[in-house]
């Protein structure tokens, strides 16, 4: 295998992007799938090492969070032209898949389920109280509240 080139690791910056050969910590190129691409400032040129398992994480929980909150405007979207085409059916598809879009969301951002269920039921119990407009007029707030601690 060939050496190479040493590397002050001080002053480096990672571009990612596929690569087959990747100098690991000893010094000598291996093969691997997806590579982090570090660029020494000291001298010109880059040398490559493979992406730890944590970096590599790190960015597809980033873009699995980008994702799911396209996920959430693409079901209010969808929503919304139910709601204009007057398709029950697609009305209750897209309030269920908003909703568990909201859910997952919130998981991959850290907040459990049963945490999102807690905040739920502190908010509606804070809008029962406070006299909101929808329990005023509709008991939704209750409603939705005890269909919540049913569950």
């Known amino acids: 295998m060939k050496a190479c080139r040493p590397v002050n690791y001080s002053v480096v910056r990672f571009l990612f992007g596929p690569v087959e050969n990747c100098c690991n910590p000893e010094g000598h190129f291996v093969k ?5 691409i570090m ?3 000291a001298f010109s040129g880059s040398v490559t090492h ?3 398992p944590k970096e590599l994480d790190v960015a597809k929980r980033a873009k699995v969070i980008e994702w799911l909150k396209t996920e959430v405007l693409d079901q209010v979207s969808r929503l919304f032209k139910a709601l204009w085409e007057g398709s029950t059916s697609r009305i209750g598809d897209s309030l269920a898949s908003l909703i568990m879009s909201s859910y997952i ?3 991959r ?3 459990p389920y049963r945490d999102l269920d807690e905040q739920l039921l502190d908010k509606l119990r804070k809008h029962r109280q406070e006299g909101h407009q929808l329990e005023d007029w509709y008991q939704d707030i209750s409603a939705l ?3 919540m601690r049913k569950r």
Request: net charge negative; glycine share 16%; charged share 25%.
């Open 32 to 36: 691997v799938g997806l590579c982090a």
């Open 39 to 41: 660029e020494n400032k």
């Open 50 to 52: 493979p992406i730890m």
């Open 105 to 107: 969301l919130g998981r």
């Open 109 to 111: 951002l850290g907040i």
């Open 145 to 147: 509240e005890e269909h």
